[in-house]
């Protein structure tokens, strides 16, 4: 996930763009995103028949400050089985905090994710 992270954070900078990283569960997270653009957020798929996502992403979205009206992108990195309800549940969860999806993707190669990051960085403020 963290090489999938950085190669669209990549993207996002090739386009003249500044980014910052956050993993999800570090003491340091930022839960106040008002000063952002754009805030993008990725999951790999879990669960055994798929559809899942990480409890602690859920909860991290639910308290972060400053999602209203903010524009937001979403990726899971692909299963078998749930890849399409994860990336909605996960693009549904940033709609309840009042975002607005702009862009979603499923991601399986280090290519793919930097063209995500290209179409990210053309997202304009």
Known sequence: MK?????????????????????????????????????YIGSPVLGFWGGKFPQSLASYIKSCSGLEGKKTAAFVTPRII??????????????EKGSIVMAFRTIKSLSEAKDFGDILSRIKK
């Open 3 to 39: 090489a999938i992270v950085q190669a669209i954070s990549s993207g996002i900078r090739k386009g003249g763009n500044d980014v910052d990283e956050v993993r999800v569960g570090r003491a340091e997270s930022i839960t106040s995103l008002y000063v952002y653009d754009l805030v």
């Open 82 to 95: 749930g890849t399409t309800r994860t990336l909605r549940r996960i693009m549904k969860t940033l709609e």
